[in-house]
């Protein structure tokens, strides 16, 4: 699993002009698995994304589509884990890409 942390280095005025465009790829992204939770940092100066297992060209193709990262609005430091333990009943989905 990945945590995909996000630092703003647009303005804020440039993340609202991109933020519905980067609402639809995020729905896309946990649409077909890759997405397991996402929202923005508080004080708004950034997001947390948690990506599901899968190699990480194929986490960074996908980052890539992103239009934060196609507009240049955003930096990502990306964290890799393995999980091993999960509170009680919580269920995580499984990736198309374990």
Not at 6 to 14: F, Q, S, V
Not at 59 to 81: G, N, T
């Amino acid at each position: 699993m990945y945590v995909i942390h996000l630092r703003y280095t647009g303005a804020l005025a440039e993340i609202d002009d991109a933020l519905e465009a980067h609402r639809l790829y995020l729905g896309r992204q946990f649409d077909a698995g890759a997405f397991i939770i996402a929202g923005p940092k508080v004080p708004r100066d950034g997001g947390i994304i948690l990506a599901a297992s899968m190699d990480r060209d194929r986490l960074d193709a996908i980052i890539a589509e992103d239009p934060f990262s196609q507009q240049r609005l955003a930096h990502y430091d990306i964290i890799e884990f393995k999980a091993t333990r999960l509170a009680p009943d919580l269920n995580l989905p499984q990736s198309p890409w374990l």
